[in-house]
C-alpha cells in the first residue's frame, strides 16, 4: 500500500461522527451551524525543520498543529465543530510515521469534541508541511476580538507563561531533569483554553491567545484597540518548572515574557468583573491572573520588581 | 521589507468587502450562512515542482489554486463566500513573485465573487508550498453529492475533456503552436464551472468536477452510488484544438479520457430532463453532452466508435 492509500485508510475513521464528511469521499465537506450562530474559522500551518524537528514523534506534531488551532476558535469565544487536515508528503515517509499522525489527531479530536471532515494529501520534493483549517461556532455578535480594549481594563491571562518557550530551549540544550520533561512536554502539547471560549464571552472586552509572545500580543491588542498597557513582570504567572529555570538563569525571563509558543488567553476586562474572573478560575481549576491594565495611549510597557521599565531584544511578530 | 511583511500587506486589501476578515488581523475569521444554509468546505494543496513548476508565473499558480477548489464548490452545488491560503514560502522568494501571487488571488477572487478572510504565511527549507480552503454555502437538502446516480440515467459533462492533459503534455514537448497555447491556457487556467452550481440543484442526481480524469471520476460517482456506467468515447466534447491534437496522434485519446485537470462537471441526471438541460446549456452558452449511461453493476466502460471496450494504461486516481 502507498503512503496516500494508508493516509485515507487512517483518516477515513476520524470523520465517521460527521454524516457531512461523506467518509472523506467527496469533493467538500457539509457543515451546519447552530441557529444564530457565526462560522469561526482559522488555518495554520507547520513545516517540519521549522515548526517541529523531522524526528519529532508523529503523534505529538498531529495534536500540536490540531492544538494551535483549537487555541485560536478559544481566542474567539468558539466552541470547535470540524476540521481539514493537508498533508504534504515526502516520498520515503514511514508507516510508522502516518500511523502515529493519524493516531495523534484521533486522540486529540476526541478530547477536543471535533471532527475531520475533509483535506487533501499531496507528496513534495521537501520538507514534510501539514496545514490545518479548524471551523468553531460562536452565537452572532458574541465572538471574542482583538479589537475591544478600554483604558481602565485589567489584563488578564490563562495558566502559566513561558513554558513552552523555556522547553523549547530544554530540547536545544539537550536538558533532560524533572523541570526540562515538564516544560518540554508543555512545548510540544500546548493546552488550547476552550474551556474559557464560553464564559468570556460575557467577560472579555478583547482577546487573544498568546502564541507569538506575551509583550507581542498583548501589542497585538493594543494596536487593534487603539490604546496602550503596562504589566508588572512580577505579576506574570510561572509554573514551579518555569521559576525553578529562571531562577537559576535570570535572563530567561526575556524568554517566557517575549518566546510565545504559551497558548494561553490573554485578554483585558473591567476591573469590576474581576470577583467573576476569580470564581471563573476557581470553578475551572484553571489560574486567571490580572497582570496589568489597559491605558490611553499605544504600546505595552514591562515594569521589573522595581518599577523600571524593560527592554527586549526582540518584542516583534516573529514569522515563522 | 521582509517576504511576510509584504505577503501581509498585499493581502490585507484582498479582505476588504468582508467585515467578519477583521483585515485580517484576528486569531479566525467569522462567517455568516444564508439562513436555511449549510456551509461547503474544501482543501487543495499545490507543491512547486509537482502541482506547478517553480517558473510559472505566480499569478497563474494563485489563480490555479482557487480555481481547483472553486471547481470542487461548484461539484456539491455551492455558491462561493470566502477562503484562506496558506503560504510556505522558501527564503529568497522574489518580491516579484509574491506581488503576482496577490494579484492573481486578486483577479480572481474578483471575476468568481469570494472574499479572503485569513490564512497563514510560514518559512520553509523546500519548495513553495501553497494551500487553500474554500467556503461555499448551499440550500440544506440541495448539495449535490457524488451518490445518487441511477441505472437509466444519462451521464453528462460540461464544455470540453482533455485540454488540460494536453495542454500539459504540450508544455512538456515544448510546442507553442496555436493549439498548443489554447491547450496551455486551459491547463493553467480552469474554468471552475460556477454558473453551473445552482441550476444543476435540480437536475443532476451525482456530480462530480473532473479533475483525476474522465473515466477516473465517473468511477468514484459510480462507487459511491453502488451503479456502473458506460460512455462513449466518440460522444466526449473536444475543443478544436483537442480535436486536432488528437488528430495528429491519435494515442492521445487516452490522455484525453484519463489525463484529468478538466474542472468540468461531470454530472447523471434522469434521461426525461434533457430538455432542461439543452436549454440549460443554451442559457449559459456553456456545452453540456451526454456522453453515456448510468447501468446496474460496477465499474466504468468506455466503448470506442465500433463499440469495443477500450483499455487503458492508467484509470485510476492519480496521487500527486
Redesign the interface.
Known amino acids: 500500500m502507498?503512503e496516500?492509500?494508508l493516509i485515507a485508510e487512517l483518516l477515513a475513521p476520524l470523520a465517521k461522527g460527521e454524516p457531512?464528511a461523506?467518509n472523506l469521499?467527496?469533493?467538500?465537506?457539509?457543515?451546519?451551524?447552530s441557529e444564530g450562530h457565526?462560522?469561526?474559522?482559522?488555518?495554520?500551518?507547520?513545516?517540519a525543520?521549522?515548526?517541529f524537528m523531522a524526528d519529532d514523534a508523529a503523534d505529538l506534531v498531529a495534536r500540536k498543529l490540531l492544538r494551535v488551532n483549537l487555541?485560536?476558535?478559544a481566542?474567539?469565544g468558539?466552541t470547535p465543530k470540524?476540521y481539514?487536515v493537508?498533508?504534504?508528503v515526502p516520498k520515503g515517509t514511514s508507516d510508522d510515521w502516518i500511523r502515529g499522525f493519524a493516531g495523534g489527531l484521533a486522540e486529540d479530536q476526541a478530547a477536543f469534541s471535533i471532527t475531520l471532515?475533509?483535506?487533501?494529501?499531496?507528496?513534495?520534493?521537501?520538507?514534510l508541511?501539514v496545514?490545518l483549517?479548524a471551523?468553531?461556532e460562536?452565537p452572532?455578535a458574541m465572538?471574542l476580538?482583538?479589537?475591544g480594549a478600554k483604558p481602565g481594563d485589567g489584563v488578564f491571562v490563562s495558566g502559566s507563561i513561558g513554558d513552552g518557550a523555556l522547553g523549547l530551549a530544554a530540547l536545544k540544550s539537550g536538558l533532560d531533569d524533572d523541570n526540562a520533561v515538564y516544560l518540554i512536554d508543555r512545548y510540544h502539547l500546548p493546552r488550547p483554553r476552550l474551556e474559557l471560549a464560553v464564559p468570556l464571552r460575557a467577560i472579555a472586552h478583547a482577546a487573544?491567545?498568546v502564541s507569538d509572545g506575551l509583550i507581542a500580543d498583548l501589542g497585538?491588542i493594543c494596536?487593534?484597540s487603539g490604546v496602550g498597557a503596562e504589566i508588572e513582570a512580577a505579576l506574570v504567572p510561572l509554573s514551579l518548572a518555569a521559576k525553578a529555570t529562571v531562577a537559576i538563569d535570570p535572563t530567561l525571563m526575556d524568554t517566557v515574557l517575549t518566546g510565545g509558543d504559551d497558548y494561553e488567553l490573554l485578554f483585558t476586562a473591567d476591573k469590576t468583573d474581576i470577583g467573576r474572573i476569580v470564581a471563573l478560575a476557581t470553578d475551572l481549576a484553571l489560574p486567571l491572573t490580572m497582570i496589568g491594565r489597559v491605558i490611553a495611549g499605544a504600546g505595552v510597557m514591562a515594569l521589573d520588581h522595581t518599577g523600571a521599565t524593560m527592554t527586549f531584544e526582540s518584542t516583534g511578530w516573529r514569522?515563522?
Chains 1, 2 share one sequence.
Do not use: E, N
Open positions: 502507498d496516500f492509500a457531512g461523506f469521499t467527496d469533493d467538500a465537506a457539509l457543515i451546519d451551524l457565526r462560522l469561526v474559522v482559522t488555518k495554520d500551518m507547520l513545516v525543520g521549522v515548526h487555541s485560536d476558535l481566542a474567539m468558539a470540524a481539514l493537508g498533508l504534504a471532515i475533509g483535506g487533501d494529501t499531496v507528496s513534495t520534493d521537501g520538507p508541511t496545514s483549517t471551523m468553531g460562536v452572532a465572538a476580538r482583538r479589537a487573544i491567545d497585538h494596536d487593534v514569522h515563522r
